[in-house]
């Protein structure tokens, strides 16, 4: 039986990166043909791998502290330090959101740090379980048995099967008795009302900058209209903090006083929606019958239609689902691991680091960077161990 220090379930973001921060013998695992798949696609190709600013009110979580200790421990700027030394480069785009120029290079710079670090890889590799032993672990997988001393659990969430994501993850804590936060997809688009969906449909792949609330949280980016609902920066993060059957509240004109701007044109022949800076048929397709010539509009038509177009409630019918999620929510409970080392308490020389725990970002680059701080934090404790 192959035997090494430690086993690393999974070549993604964070198994990559725990796996090139120590130096024992290990060997890292994945289903997949190429590590770092959903890494080498991300960020639109370009890999949205941190942001300036990340603060543990960048994270949902049941446990809103646990991820204080790995944030303060890897801040961006080691990320940075990291890339440059290894000559890759980056930018900085708006929000602080810093971006490779080709996420393949993040790839192979999280490949080559990993097998300079002692890392064998065996791909093309379903594992089958997890045993605890007296000393150590038996990880059988479709090539055969590994045992070792240490495992790290770095599978994943649900979201993106077609990427290399399962339900690996969840089975096995299970199984090594760790109990869950009920996981979702999250980052993702919104589906809508049966009443609503035709004209979202009518609108499909047309955006706009919008402001768009759930709760106490706003965000005012771009908005895509889908044939289900709607998406785009200004709707993915909704889609993380708004709970079953929450209202969401849309404005279409943060940047204008629409009802200002109907009585400034009151006498001309002109419908509403083609006073509004709108792009294409949106304004008319969005006010519908509401649309009406301003010059024979009253009072009470004029403020039903500015109502429509800046405060818009709705209540969500359903997320876009794993298939087009960005992440998943929710996952293994934080309060069964150590915040410094990432070792569940109950099971010594278990480890669970990335998007696999109730640690989820809100979206600019926040997943990517809580793959590498838990990660490193979990390598760190296994330099310990050499
Ligand atoms: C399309 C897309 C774009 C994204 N863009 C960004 C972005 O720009 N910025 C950002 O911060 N976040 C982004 N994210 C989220 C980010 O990629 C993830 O949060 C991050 O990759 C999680 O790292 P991880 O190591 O926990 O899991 P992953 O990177 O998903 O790695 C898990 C690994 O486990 C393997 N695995 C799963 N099941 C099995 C099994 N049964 N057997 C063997 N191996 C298995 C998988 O193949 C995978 O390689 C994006 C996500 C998606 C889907």
């Known amino acids: 039986m192959l035997t090494y220090h430690t ?50 009110a960048d994270y949902l979580s049941q446990s809103k502290h646990f991820c204080k200790n790995a944030l303060a421990a890897f801040k961006p700027t080691d990320f940075t330090a990291l890339l440059n030394r290894a000559n890759v480069s980056y930018e900085e785009r708006s929000h602080g959101q810093l971006f490779a120029r080709n996420a393949q290079d993040i790839v192979r710079f999280l490949v080559s740090r990993a097998q300079a670090q002692h890392t064998d890889f065996s791909l093309k590799t379903e594992v089958l379980d997890v045993q605890k032993q007296n000393d150590g672990f038996i990880v059988r997988t479709s090539a055969g048995s590994i045992q070792a001393q240490y495992v790290v659990l770095a599978c994943g969430g649900l979201s993106y099967p077609a990427l290399g994501a399962s339900a690996l993850g969840a089975k096995l804590a299970r199984q090594l008795g760790l ?37 106490k949280h706003t965000f005012t980016e771009q908005l895509l209209f889908t044939h289900e609902g709607f998406s785009g920066p200004a709707v993915l993060p909704i889609s993380l903090f708004c709970n079953e059957g929450e209202k969401v509240r849309m404005n279409l004109l943060p940047q204008t006083d629409a009802l200002a701007l109907f009585y400034a044109h009151k006498n001309t022949s002109k419908k509403m929606s083609a006073v509004l800076p709108l792009p294409g048929k949106m304004a008319a397709v969005w006010l519908g019958e509401l649309d009406k010539p301003l010059a024979n509009a009253t009072k009470a038509d004029l403020e039903a239609a500015a ?36 070792e569940v308490k109950t099971v010594p020389g278990l480890f669970v680091i990335g998007e696999l725990l109730d640690v989820t970002g809100r979206l600019g680059g926040y997943n990517l960077h809580w793959a590498w701080a838990s990660g490193y934090c979990a390598a760190q404790a296994l330099a310990q161990k050499i």
């Not at 919104?190 to 759930?214: D, H, I, W, Y």
């Not at 429509?308 to 069964?336: C, H, S, W």
């Open 7 to 56: 086993v690393i379930l999974g070549a993604g973001a964070s198994g990559l990166f725990c796996a090139g921060s120590f130096a024992a013998p290990k060997i890292i695992l994945d289903h997949n043909q190429v590590p770092g798949v959903k890494v080498g696609v991300s960020g639109g190709g370009k890999c949205n791998f941190s942001n300036t600013s990340v603060t543990a």
């Open 307 to 342: 109502k429509q177009l800046t405060d818009f409630e709705f209540i969500p019918t359903a997320t876009a689902g794993y298939t087009k999620a960005e992440v998943t929510a929710g996952g293994i409970d934080t309060r069964q691991i150590n915040p410094s080392t990432f």
């Open 179 to 215: 109990s869950l936060i009920d996981q979702r997809p999250a980052l993702c688009g919104l589906s809508v009302p049966k009443e609503l969906r035709a004209r979202c449909k009518t609108l499909a792949g047309n955006s706009t900058l919008a402001q768009v609330s759930t709760g």
